[in-house]
């Protein structure tokens, strides 16, 4: 089984080794990063967040932000994908603060 460190190690090195290419796409120059525009929303972007909500949160909140990235996107663009993942935090803030009051009052 692999420890807690070696997973965030690796994950670390993910999340940042996939940033490389997100900052070619954002700093070249416009005609030569056209043709990068797809990878870099669909796969470089999805497993950056991926990478860094599972180091944050877990792999189930990593899937879910996953899912509503490429959902919001899909359906109604970057804005919309943006206050997703917003919308998902204000939801797992939500959810925990639920479950300590829950597990205070059974203490």
């Given at each position: 089984?692999?420890?807690?460190?070696?997973?965030?190690?690796?994950?670390?090195?993910?999340?940042?080794?996939l940033?490389?290419?997100?900052?070619?796409y954002?700093?070249?120059e416009?005609?030569?990063?056209?043709?990068?525009?797809?990878a870099?929303?669909?796969?470089?972007?999805?497993?950056?967040?991926l990478?860094?909500?599972?180091?944050?949160?877990?792999?189930?909140?990593?899937?879910?932000g996953?899912a509503?990235?490429?959902?919001?996107?899909?359906?109604?663009?970057?804005?919309?994908?943006?206050l997703g993942q917003?919308?998902?935090?204000i939801?797992r803030?939500?959810?925990?603060?639920?479950r300590?009051?829950?597990s205070?009052q059974s203490?």
């Amino acid at each position: 089984m692999i420890s807690s460190a070696t997973k965030r190690s690796i994950l670390r090195c993910i999340h940042l080794l996939l940033t490389i290419p997100i900052l070619g796409y954002i700093y070249g120059e416009p005609s030569e990063v056209q043709q990068y525009a797809g990878a870099v929303r669909f796969v470089f972007v999805p497993v950056l967040i991926l990478s860094g909500y599972w180091m944050y949160s877990g792999v189930f909140f990593a899937i879910m932000g996953v899912a509503a990235w490429l959902g919001a996107y899909q359906l109604s663009g970057y804005g919309a994908a943006i206050l997703g993942q917003v919308a998902l935090f204000i939801a797992r803030r939500i959810w925990l603060v639920i479950r300590a009051r829950r597990s205070k009052q059974s203490a």
